[in-house]
């Protein structure tokens, strides 16, 4: 069975500043990965995802992905962040291309701090 | 507005009422997925419909019930409400790998059981 881990729960960083929010996970086959963003009081909205070809994936607002298959990781970066990054990000991935079934990790607190 | 429709967005239950959940998407998916949300936890699958007329247990499916009703429905329904099962409840809906993996979430069901 497939498996998510965020090590971080609250990362708080300052204004500006980069950020990393690192995710890891366990498989034996092949995998799509993804990053959700949940900003306060709100549904969960798609940032970007990892379907195949290159391994580095981008999003419109500037977050970046790298998936590492040596590694299992998929880690989510910033260079600059802003106070309306605030919001708890989910590393996911489907394995069960039967289903698409999505096993969620259990999140990151980004607390962008002025 | 293309979506995923959940009503209601707040319920109070007292224990061992019961009530549905309601989920609609009007984007032609096939698949549809209830989650919850916990605090710490992330978000893991109560049930899901691969498609019109079949339903599955998720990895937390004890207490709840699911229905599709058609293409577009994908009811839960608590039987008898316990404390255990106050959560944040998200439905969700999925275009296929021919879609790249449209995974699309409602904004959510807060539901309290005291």
């Known amino acids: 069975a497939q498996s998510v881990t965020q090590l971080d729960s609250q990362v708080p960083v300052f204004e500006e500043a980069p950020v990393e929010l690192r995710c890891n996970y366990s498989s034996s086959v092949s995998v799509y990965l993804f990053w959700y963003v949940q900003y306060p009081n709100q549904g969960l909205q798609l940032l970007l995802k990892y379907l195949s070809g290159s391994t580095l994936v981008e999003s419109i607002n500037g977050f970046e992905a790298e998936f590492n298959k040596s590694q299992t990781s998929f880690h989510l970066r910033k260079p600059s962040v802003h106070i309306s990054d605030t919001a708890e990000y989910f590393c996911a991935v489907i394995t069960n291309f039967g289903n698409e079934k999505l096993t969620f990790g259990t999140g990151t607190r980004l607390t962008i701090i002025p | 507005n293309a979506g995923v429709t959940q009503t209601p967005k707040f319920q109070v239950l007292k224990t061992g009422q019961s009530m549905t959940l309601q989920c609609a998407q009007d984007m032609n998916h096939n698949s549809m997925y209830w989650y919850r949300q916990d605090p710490g936890m992330g978000l893991r699958l109560i049930y899901y419909s691969a498609s019109e007329g079949t339903t599955d247990k998720g990895e937390v499916p004890n207490g709840y019930n699911v229905s599709r009703l058609n293409k577009r429905e994908f009811s839960l329904r608590l039987e008898s409400a316990a404390p255990s099962q106050t959560s944040v409840y998200f439905c969700?809906?999925?275009?296929?790998?021919?879609?790249?993996?449209?995974?699309?979430f409602g904004s959510g069901t807060r539901l309290t059981v005291v």
């Open positions: 969700a809906s999925i275009a296929d790998r021919t879609m790249n993996y449209g995974y699309t």
